[in-house]
């Protein structure tokens, strides 16, 4: 069964750079045809798509970030990776790393992590 | 780019059907799923590919997609049902959520 657990490192200052690591279990990145996104939440708020990694390590993201962001994987650790640079208070969310399933242009997320929360500020 | 639109809040006496809307331009030529989001969780996939519900979802949840307007019911709704829904859709290669709505039972 196919498990996600997000860490990170809970608070970072304005300007600098949010990295997070998606751990995998249930599945072995870059072998079994999985694609991964990052979601993420902010207090009180809706979800809103980050971006998506597939196994062959094709990237897509979403253009609001405006270039801001990275997404890898990592297959010796298992690992999927996010990194947001040029933080903003507006940066602040619980994080979700989601696996991707089904075809193109009608996909679903499904399991969700537990999530991570990141808090911007100084 | 494209948008999803849902109300914001919908209320439902126990044992009623539940229906929540999401609308976009042409929606019914792209395919939707809708997820649940319990106060402290993560959300968790209840339909997908419009209509399709995942083994461990009750029957009582059903999808549909036609026109502008994806459509999540509930029906014989109970208070274990009370939680935010989202839709979403892909617009190409990027990921569009609705707003969410918060669905109360009482």
């Known amino acids: 069964q196919l498990q996600l657990q997000e860490s990170g490192p809970g608070l970072v200052k304005p300007s600098q750079s949010l990295s997070l690591t998606c751990a995998v279990s249930?599945?072995?990145?870059?072998?079994?045809?999985?694609?991964w996104s990052w979601i993420r939440q902010p207090p009180g708020g809706g979800l809103e798509w980050i971006g998506h990694?597939?196994?062959?390590?094709?990237?897509y993201y979403n253009p609001s970030l405006k270039g801001r962001v990275a997404m890898s994987i990592d297959g010796s650790k298992n690992q999927v990776s996010l990194k947001l640079t040029s933080v903003t208070a507006a940066d602040t969310a619980v994080y979700y790393c989601?696996?991707?399933?089904?075809?193109?242009?009608?996909?679903?997320?499904?399991?969700w992590g537990q999530g991570t929360l990141v808090a911007v500020a100084s | 780019s494209y948008e999803l639109a849902q109300p914001p809040s919908v209320t439902v006496s126990p044992g009623q059907t539940a229906t929540i809307t999401c609308s976009g331009h042409?929606?019914?030529?792209?395919?939707v799923s809708w997820y649940r989001q319990k106060p402290g969780q993560s959300p968790v996939l209840v339909i997908y590919?419009?209509?399709n519900r995942p083994s461990e979802i009750p029957e009582r949840l059903s999808g549909s997609n036609s026109g502008n307007t994806a459509t999540l019911t509930i029906s014989a709704t109970q208070s274990m049902d009370e939680a935010d829904y989202y839709c979403?859709?892909?617009?190409?290669?990027?990921?569009?959520f609705g707003g969410g709505t918060k669905l109360t039972v009482l």
């Open positions: 979403q859709a892909w617009d190409s290669t990027t990921v569009v």
């Open positions: 990694i597939y196994d062959f390590g094709n990237t």
């Open positions: 249930g599945a072995s990145l870059g072998n079994d045809g999985y694609s």
């Open positions: 989601a696996v991707c399933s089904g075809p193109g242009g009608s996909a679903w997320f499904d399991p």
């Open positions: 590919q419009d209509s």
């Open positions: 042409n929606l019914g030529d792209r395919s």
